[in-house]
């Protein structure tokens, strides 16, 4: 049963964990409401569980027959689309020489097919609304690194894609933005970073140290927010400075 459609509505693509779930619970306390997507299904119904006005959805962001119906869901329960945070992604880091075609589709069909879908087709929702739209890169789509062909160059092709949407979509008063998240303190990123690797991030990042998810579900929220009304086709990098710095980190190419 739709709701009061006066409300704002955000879609969190990859919401059931990581810097999905930390823009879901930070747009909740800002007065929005949430359709939680992710194909993950029991680790989203987990994820939302205890929290108000979200609505969760089982979506594999890839499949051009399932996006529909996600936007046609979020509509029949909340009325409106305000923001759409294009967060669902895969990290697969390998070799060039040992990525093949199936692999390189796996991370393409997610990362950028996925960003390209459920912006088609949330586009007449957000016509209605003038609303907005983040697309997550990463600072691997910004500056080449070894064991990521595929997954730096989905995400330069999403930040590409992101100044297509600023663009062609403005006349709408349709906003488009990109995040590129450096070094993020994830439970996943913990656990399979080594003490060299965390030791090398920490010393080439001016900040030295990891972002937060927090910290960068704050600068997605504000680029979704009337405090960012003038900001369209902007690549945020949200890396405490990593991007700034040079090339390589010799425990990573190790």
């Given at each position: 049963m739709q709701q009061n459609s006066e409300k704002k509505t955000a879609i969190v693509t990859g919401a059931a964990r990581g810097i999905g779930l930390a823009t879901t619970q930070l747009f909740l306390e800002n007065g929005y409401r949430v359709a939680m997507v992710d194909r993950d299904v029991p680790a989203l119904s987990e994820a939302a569980a205890g929290l108000d006005e979200v609505l969760t959805i089982d979506c594999d962001v890839s499949n051009p027959q399932a996006v529909p119906r996600m936007i046609s869901d979020t509509l029949d329960?909340?009325?409106?689309?305000?923001?759409?945070?294009?967060?669902?992604?895969?990290?697969?880091?390998?070799?060039?020489?040992?990525?093949?075609?199936?692999?390189?589709?796996?991370?393409?069909?997610?990362?950028?097919?996925?960003?390209?879908?459920?912006?088609?087709?949330?586009?007449?929702?957000?016509?209605?609304?003038?609303?907005?739209?983040?697309?997550?890169?990463?600072i691997s789509g910004l500056r080449a690194s070894t064991l990521r062909v595929a997954y730096g160059t989905s995400k330069g092709a999403v930040i590409h894609l992101t100044k297509q949407h600023a663009a062609e979509l403005g006349e709408y008063g349709i906003r488009a933005n990109c995040v590129c998240p450096g070094p993020v303190r994830t439970k996943l990123a913990m656990a399979v970073h080594s003490q060299d690797i965390i030791d090398a991030y920490h010393d080439a990042i001016p900040l030295n140290r990891y972002g937060s998810e927090r910290e960068i579900a704050e600068v997605i929220v504000f680029l979704c927010s009337d405090k960012a009304s003038y900001v369209t086709g902007q690549v945020i990098a949200a890396d405490g400075g990593f991007d700034s710095t040079g090339i390589g980190l010799p425990a990573l190419r190790a």
């Open positions: 329960r909340f009325g409106r689309i305000d923001a759409l945070v294009n967060n669902a992604g895969v990290a697969d880091f390998g070799p060039i020489e040992e990525t093949g075609f199936d692999r390189w589709r796996t991370v393409m069909a997610t990362n950028l097919d996925g960003v390209f879908l459920c912006t088609h087709h949330a586009t007449p929702a957000l016509k209605e609304t003038r609303g907005a739209i983040v697309n997550i890169g990463s």
